[in-house]
C-alpha cells in the first residue's frame, strides 16, 4: 500500500505517469464506444431476424403439432381396418349377410363416437358397392346420398399420400366440400383393390387450439389444402398493407400454412442512446478509475526503477535540469540504464556461448546418470544456456567402449576417444541433427544425437542408417577394438537416460560373449556391433528382410502372421548352408526380438524374471548341432508368442468392453459412426469393426440397433411416449429406418409390440 501511495504522488502534469493516464484513459472511450455500437448492431439492427427466428419457430411448432394430430388419427384408421369385421365385409360381401353387416355398421358407429376428432366413418366395398357409414346404415352405394363424396375420395386420396406398403398407396389425405378426409386404401395381396375406409375428420376440434392461439395473438393464419383451393382453417384479421407472409408446406400433409405478421418495429440510434445514457455515464465513470488503476500498475515498475539507480546518473542529468522536463529526465535516467543493461547482457551472452558446449555436455550427463529431471525442471535450465537443445526433440544414445582384449591404458584410451570424436566431428552432416560428447567413464565415449523433433519415424530411421554407416567407416579407420552399441530413440530429452541404459545393456551383452568369443571372431580388427553377424550375402539379405517383416508384424499386432513366419524362417534358417556361429547369431536376433516386443507388451510370463530366461543365450550358445538348435528355438519362441498372443487377446477384450461401454451411453445419438468410436478408444476403425465381429460374433452396427431396439422396446411398454419421439430418442435418423429395423429384430412393427404386450 506504501508504495502504490509513494507512484500515485508522481501524478504530475506532463509526467511519465500522467501520460500512461491519459493514454489509457484515451484506450478505455475508445473501447466504451466500440462496445456500445457493436451492442446496438446486435441487440438493434438484428432484432427484426430475431423476430423472424421466432415466428419461424411458432409456424414449425404448429405445423408439427396439427402433423402429429393427423398421424395418430391415422393410426387409429388403419387398425380399424384391420379389424375382422372390416376385413370379413371386404372379403366376403354381400347384402345378404345382414346380421354381419349390422355388427361391421355398429363397429363403425362406436368408433366414430369413441374418438372427438372424426365426426363419421365409411365403409366402402368395391365389389358388390356395398357402402357402411356410422350412422348405422348399410346399402347400395349408388342408392346412398354419400355416393359422390365416395367417388371424390377414390380418385384423389392417393394423391396425398400419408404412409403406404409395398409401393402402393395405403393411407392419404383429401377434401370435399370444405371437410378434410382421411382415407384408407384396402387392397389385396395381387394389388386387387377391395374398397376404403373413409374417415370425416372434425376440423373444428382439430383447430381449436389452434383458434385460440391465433386469437391471442397479432398474427394471422391460414391453412389450405395442397393446391391452395380449398382453405381449411382461416384466422385473418385487419392487418397493416405492408404486413410480411411466412409460409410452411408440411411435408407430412402437404397442407400450406401461411402466417401473415405486421411490419416489425424499428428502433432509431437516437433511441438508443436515450435508453443507455445512464449506462454510458456509469462506462465512463469505471473507466476513469481503471485508467488510473493501470496507469499506476504501468508506472510502478518504472518508479522502481528510477528510485534504484545511483544518484551519478541523476546528478548528471540534473545539472541541466532548467532546460529538461520532468518527462525527459524520467525517459533519459531510463535510456541510460536501458544500455547498461543491453551491454551487460550482451557480455552475459557471449560468455554462454563460450561455454555452451560444456554446459550441454553437464547437462546431458547429469539427465544418464542422476536423477531423472521433470519438464518444468528442464526448461528453465535449456533456455539459460540458449542451447540446441529442446525438450521434445528426438534423441538417441550411443555408446563405444574399448574391447577387453585391447590392453591399453589411460592415455592411450584418451587419445582413442579424442581420434574418434574428431573423426565424427569432421565427417557429421548437418541434416542429421546435432551431436553431443560425453565421457561418463574413462574406458568408454558417450554421445548423444538430436534429430529434428519434427522429422517422422521413417525420415529419422533414415538418417539413423546414414550416420550408423559413417559411424562404423570411423570404427574400422580406427581399429583399435571398439565395441559400439546404442539405444532406442525417445521423443523427450528427459528420457535420454532410458536410451543410455538400453545402450549399456546391449554394451554388457556384447562384453559377454567377448569373453567366450571364438578365436575366428576374435581375429576381427574391429569388432562392431552387428560384426559377428552373417555378412552381405544374398541368403544373409533374405534373412534380414524376413526378420524386418516379422518384427513388423509384431508391432501391429498380427500375432498369427508373426507366428507363420517365425515358424517359416526357423525351418529355411536350420537347413540353410550357414555355420553354427552365423545360426546361432540370427536365432539371437530373433530372441532380442521377442524380448523386446515381450517387453513393450507388459506380458508378465514366468521366463521374464528367473535365472532360466537370464541364462537363455548361454543355454543358446552351448548347442553346437542344427536340430538342437531347431528343437531349442521352437520351444523357446511358443512360449514367447503364447503369451504375446494372450496379452494382445486381453488387451482386444478391453478394447471390445470399452466400445460397448460408449455405445450404450450415446447409443441416443444419430450420427454415432464406428470411426467416432474407434476415435474415443484410440485405435482404427477397421480394426474395431475386426476385433468387434471376431470376438462377439455379430458386427458393430448390429449390436448398436440391437441395444437401440431393447430401450425402445422398453419405452414402448412402460410409457405414453408417442413411437416417432421413440425412434428419435433411441437414436434412428427416420421413423421408416426405426420401423425397419424394429421389425427386423422383433418380427413386428413397433405399434404392434405395444399393442401385443402393453395390453
Not at 387398425?79 to 375382422?84: A, T
Not at 382415407?183 to 375406409?197: S, T
Not at 398493407?241 to 400450406?256: E, G, I
Not at 507363420?564 to 550357414?578: M, N, P
Request: charged share 20%; net charge negative; hydrophobic share 40%.
Amino acid at each position: 500500500m506504501k508504495k502504490y501511495l509513494e507512484s500515485i504522488r508522481q501524478f504530475k502534469l506532463k509526467s511519465l505517469f500522467f501520460r500512461f493516464y491519459l493514454l489509457t484513459f484515451v484506450f478505455a472511450i475508445l473501447f466504451i464506444g466500440i462496445f456500445s455500437f457493436y451492442v446496438y448492431q446486435i441487440y438493434f439492427q438484428n432484432f427484426s431476424k430475431a423476430q423472424e427466428t421466432a415466428l419461424d419457430s411458432f409456424l414449425t411448432q404448429t405445423v408439427e403439432k396439427l402433423d402429429n394430430s393427423v398421424y395418430f388419427l391415422n393410426d387409429t384408421l388403419i387398425s380399424l381396418s384391420r379389424e375382422p369385421a372390416i376385413i370379413n365385409s371386404i372379403i366376403v360381401p354381400g347384402l345378404e349377410h345382414s346380421a354381419r353387416n349390422f355388427e361391421t355398421a355398429f363397429l363403425l358407429k362406436t368408433e366414430a363416437e369413441s374418438s372427438d376428432y372424426i365426426s363419421g366413418l365409411y365403409l366402402y366395398e368395391s365389389t358388390d358397392q356395398i357402402l357402411f357409414t356410422s350412422q348405422g346404415a348399410v346399402g347400395l352405394l349408388e342408392d346412398s346420398p354419400h355416393e359422390e363424396l365416395v367417388r371424390y375420395c377414390q380418385e384423389t386420396a392417393n394423391g396425398f399420400c400419408l404412409s403406404q406398403v409395398k409401393n402402393r398407396y395405403y393411407s392419404g389425405l383429401t377434401s370435399y366440400n370444405g371437410a378434410v378426409y382421411l382415407v384408407c386404401n384396402l387392397i389385396a395381396d395381387n394389388n386387387r383393390f377391395l374398397g376404403l375406409l373413409i374417415a370425416q375428420i372434425n376440423q373444428d376440434l382439430l383447430f381449436a387450439d389452434l383458434t385460440e392461439t391465433i386469437a391471442s395473438l397479432p398474427y394471422s393464419l391460414e391453412i389450405r389444402t395442397p393446391n391452395g383451393q380449398t382453405p381449411l382453417f382461416c384466422g385473418l384479421k385487419d392487418l397493416n398493407p405492408n404486413s410480411q407472409s411466412l409460409v410452411r408446406t408440411s411435408s407430412y400433409t402437404d397442407w400450406m400454412y401461411t402466417l401473415i405478421v405486421p411490419p416489425y418495429e424499428k428502433f432509431t440510434l437516437s433511441a438508443y442512446l436515450v435508453s443507455v445514457f445512464p449506462a454510458l455515464i456509469f462506462l465512463l465513470a469505471i473507466g476513469l478509475l481503471c485508467s488510473l488503476l493501470i496507469a499506476q500498475r504501468s508506472y510502478q515498475p518504472i518508479h522502481l526503477l528510477l528510485s534504484s539507480i545511483a544518484p551519478q546518473p541523476r546528478q548528471e542529468l540534473e545539472k541541466d535540469q532548467s532546460t529538461k522536463k520532468t518527462a525527459g529526465s524520467e525517459i533519459d535516467l531510463l535510456t541510460m540504464t536501458y544500455q547498461q543493461l543491453q551491454s551487460d547482457q550482451k557480455a552475459a551472452e557471449a560468455f554462454i556461448r563460450h561455454a555452451r558446449p560444456d554446459l550441454e555436455a553437464n547437462l546431458l550427463l547429469d539427465l544418464i546418470t542422476g536423477d531423472p529431471l521433470s519438464e518444468q525442471q528442464l526448461d528453465p535450465l535449456i533456455t539459460t544456456i540458449q542451447s540446441n537443445l529442446t525438450l521434445h526433440g528426438k534423441y538417441q544414445s550411443f555408446l563405444v567402449h574399448l574391447s577387453p582384449s585391447a590392453e591399453t591404458g589411460d592415455l592411450v584410451s584418451y587419445m582413442v576417444f579424442r581420434q574418434l570424436e574428431e573423426l565424427l566431428k569432421s565427417t557429421f552432416h548437418r541434416e542429421w541433427g546435432y551431436l553431443y560428447f560425453l565421457r561418463p567413464e574413462s574406458d568408454s565415449l558417450t554421445f548423444i544425437l538430436q534429430y529434428d523433433g519434427s522429422l517422422s519415424a521413417a525420415k529419422v530411421k533414415q538418417l539413423q542408417q546414414q550416420f550408423l554407416g559413417e559411424l562404423k567407416k570411423n570404427l574400422e579407420h580406427i581399429s583399435a577394438g571398439l565395441l559400439l552399441a546404442y539405444g532406442k530413440v525417445y521423443p523427450n530429452i528427459g528420457n535420454i537416460t532410458m536410451s543410455y541404459h538400453e545402450a549399456k545393456e546391449e554394451l554388457r551383452k556384447q562384453l559377454y560373449y567377448e569373453a567366450d568369443r571364438d578365436a575366428e571372431v576374435e581375429g576381427n580388427g574391429s569388432e562392431i556391433r552387428g560384426s559377428t553377424l552373417p555378412g552381405n550375402s544374398l541368403q544373409d539379405s533374405y534373412f534380414v528382410s524376413q526378420l524386418g517383416l516379422l518384427n513388423s508384424f509384431l508391432s501391429s499386432n498380427e500375432a498369427v502372421l508373426a507366428e507363420s513366419l517365425l515358424t517359416q524362417i526357423l525351418k529355411e534358417l536350420c537347413v540353410s548352408d550357414s555355420s553354427i556361429l552365423e545360426i546361432r547369431q540370427w536365432c539371437i536376433r530373433i530372441l532380442d526380438i521377442l524380448v523386446e516386443r515381450t517387453l513393450d507388451a507388459r506380458t508378465h510370463t514366468d521366463n521374464l524374471g528367473n535365472p532360466e530366461y537370464q541364462t537363455l543365450y548361454q543355454k543358446l550358445d552351448k548347442l553346437l548341432d542344427q536340430k538342437e538348435i531347431y528343437l531349442f528355438m521352437v520351444k523357446e519362441t511358443s512360449r514367447f508368442m503364447e503369451n504375446i498372443k494372450k496379452e494382445l487377446s486381453k488387451k482386444q477384450h478391453r478394447l471390445i468392453a470399452q466400445a460397448k461401454e460408449y455405445m450404450q451411453q450415446h447409443y441416443s445419438d444419430s450420427n454415432l459412426s464406428i470411426h467416432q468410436i474407434a476415435e474415443f478408444i484410440g485405435i482404427s476403425g477397421t480394426y474395431l469393426s475386426s476385433i468387434f465381429t471376431e470376438f462377439t460374433g455379430e458386427n458393430l452396427i448390429s449390436y448398436l440397433n440391437s441395444y437401440r431396439v431393447s430401450i425402445a422396446k422398453d419405452l414402448l411398454i412402460n410409457t405414453q411416449i408417442i413411437i416417432k419421439d421413440i425412434g428419435f430418442k433411441t437414436g434412428f435418423n427416420t421413423v421408416q429406418n426405426f420401423n425397419r429395423v424394429f421389425k427386423k429384430f422383433t418380427g413386428m412393427t413397433p405399434g404392434d409390440y405395444r399393442k401385443q404386450y402393453k395390453a
